[in-house]
């Protein structure tokens, strides 16, 4: 009883023979190539009919009904890219025009099946208004114009022989577009951005030549380098020091459990964990910036100040290394004093203080720039002069007197003492160093006497990582070099 009624479509009125559904898809196929579907099909049509409905899956294609491949359209053809370069390309209109010629219109498409033939450039099909007469006049008069060298990415185009005079004018007033393409063709600039940038460095050069300066960025043939934006990034460094520079008397008005000395042996220690670790000096950099930078605005306890200096070095290296040491090694380096739990909650409380603030220009960044500006005076490059400049620069980072000064003008300072101490014969500023450092040398009097200072120990300080790391054959033992004159008769 309950399947004693059926649907019409299931029902077949013999049942001797197969039931054949007709489905939309189906009959418009069969429609659009014999009419109606024939009352009694074929044998061999219910063959395949029985072998379909026995199957889950469609038939494969080869078979379906042939009139259902038939009425399907064929692919569409595109035209070829010719030439798709966009530098001192004038005649790109041209060439569009030549390669929309083998492209057929949508009308055309439409008509494939029953006839072949050459559709119209998109852009003439699409003007309705000009009579097709015209339009198939300024057709073949646009395509007389026939242009050499189709592969040259930048073909040479003669602008006398215009194609515009060639064509009708009333006919071109009738397409209205393809006036204003090809009139537009003579006003593209027959040289591109390069030459601009060609003709404004050979300037830049001829000033810098002119005033004695020597331009150390067009040496470097190394993209790494930058040399094209080199001077706008050192331009950013030089204004954005000022805003992450911490304050330079914050023991004074802030620490009242900490003083200059607990810095001092703080940094001293941090100094033998890079070398222990292998640290990049641009960490050690930073990780002094950001302890001075937290205590500019948060008080701590004296016991807390390792803890604080450790976790500083954690943010550096998580930011300056490739591969930065766990949070449990800083805490073996400290003898297990401090856990894992205390590391990363001081992290987090030294992050927010500070904003995430951490791409800081530090000494080290202008001291690259420096460096390169002092070798540049000099036919073989002086690796005495890099090493005794860097370690000049990381004697003032256990100083907590030179937060006083910019980083740019400690850097500064380095490379003058450095200079000097190679060489007294000679004055150690020259005009390529003070345009690049942006520093004339009665600048650098004070920075300069107080860092003699410190590579004389003239205060017998105890603190001796960085003097111990700079005697180093690796270094040229720098740390035991000594100017025979004083730097003040220079001044």
Same mark, same amino acid.
């Given at each position: 009883m309950k399947h004693a009624v059926m649907n019409d479509e299931n029902w077949s009125s013999n049942l001797g023979e197969p039931t054949a559904r007709i489905t939309r898809a189906r009959a418009k196929s069969l429609g659009s190539s014999s009419g109606l579907p024939p009352l009694y099909p074929s044998a061999k049509q219910d063959d395949k009919r029985v072998l379909r409905a026995s199957l889950k899956r469609a038939a494969p294609e080869n078979?379906?009904?042939?009139? /259902?491949?038939?009425?399907?359209h064929p692919h569409k053809k595109r035209a070829v890219l010719k030439d798709v370069t966009n530098i001192n390309c004038d005649n790109l209109y041209i060439k569009c025009i030549n390669a929309a010629k083998g492209q057929p219109s949508r009308q055309d498409r439409k008509g494939s099946l029953q006839k072949k033939g050459k559709g119209e450039p998109a852009c003439f099909a699409k003007s309705s208004k000009v009579p097709e007469d015209k339009r198939e006049n300024v057709v073949d008069e646009v395509h007389k114009? !026939?242009?050499?060298?189709?592969?040259?990415?930048?073909?040479?185009?003669?602008?006398? #022989?215009e194609p515009t005079e060639s064509v009708n004018a009333n006919l071109l007033a009738a397409a209205g577009p393809v006036t204003s393409e090809i009139d537009s063709i003579k006003h593209v600039p027959l040289w591109g951005p390069?030459?601009?940038?060609?003709? !404004?460095?050979?300037?830049?050069q001829e000033n810098?030549?002119?005033?004695?300066?020597?331009?150390?960025?067009?040496?470097? *043939?190394?993209?790494?380098?930058?040399?094209?934006?080199?001077?706008?990034?050192?331009?950013?460094?030089?204004?954005?020091?000022? +805003?992450?520079? =911490? #304050?330079?008397?914050?023991?004074?008005? %802030?620490?009242?459990?900490?003083?200059?000395?607990?810095?001092?042996?703080?940094?001293?220690w941090l100094v033998e964990v890079s070398e222990e670790y292998r640290l990049v000096p641009d960490t050690l950099y930073l990780t002094v910036n950001l302890i001075d930078r937290f205590l500019s605005e948060n008080y701590i306890e004296k016991q807390k100040l390792q803890l604080l200096?450790?976790?500083?070095?954690?943010?550096?290296?998580?930011?300056?290394?490739?591969?930065?040491?766990?949070?449990?090694?800083?805490?073996?380096?400290? +003898?297990?004093?401090?856990t894992k739990e205390e590391v990363v909650q001081m992290e987090s409380r030294v992050l927010n203080l500070l904003r995430f603030q951490l791409s800081v220009p530090t000494a080290k960044k202008f001291l690259r720039r420096f460096i390169q500006a002092a070798q540049? /005076?000099?036919?073989? =490059?002086?690796? !005495?002069?890099?090493f005794l400049s860097n370690y000049l620069a990381e004697l003032t980072l256990i100083e907590?007197?030179? %937060? *006083?000064? %910019? =980083? /740019?003008?400690?850097?500064? /300072?380095?490379?003058? %003492?450095?200079?000097?101490?190679l060489d007294q014969s000679d004055h150690p500023w020259n005009p390529t160093l003070e345009h690049y450092t942006r520093y004339k040398s009665s600048e650098l009097k004070s920075a300069v006497l107080e860092l003699q200072d410190l590579q004389l120990n003239t205060n017998g300080n105890m603190l001796q990582a960085i003097r111990e790391k700079y005697k180093q054959p690796k270094f040229k033992c720098v740390s035991t070099l000594r100017s025979a004159k004083s730097v003040e008769s220079v001044f």
């Open positions: 078979n379906k009904p042939a009139g /259902s491949s038939a009425a399907c114009v !026939e242009v050499d060298g189709v592969e040259d990415l930048c073909p040479a185009v003669d602008l006398s #022989t390069s030459d601009r940038d060609d003709d !404004e460095l050979c300037m830049k810098l030549k002119d005033r004695g300066i020597i331009d150390i960025d067009s040496r470097h *043939k190394d993209p790494q380098m930058c040399s094209l934006y080199a001077a706008d990034i050192y331009s950013s460094l030089f204004a954005r020091q000022v +805003d992450r520079k =911490p #304050t330079a008397d914050y023991m004074e008005k %802030l620490q009242r459990d900490i003083t200059h000395g607990m810095r001092g042996i703080l940094v001293d200096g450790v976790t500083c070095m954690l943010i550096s290296s998580k930011y300056e290394e490739i591969c930065a040491p766990r949070v449990e090694e800083f805490c073996f380096i400290t +003898d297990n004093t401090y540049a /005076s000099y036919k073989v =490059p002086s690796v !005495e002069l890099e907590y007197g030179f %937060l *006083k000064h %910019l =980083p /740019s003008l400690t850097a500064a /300072s380095a490379i003058f %003492l450095a200079r000097w101490t």
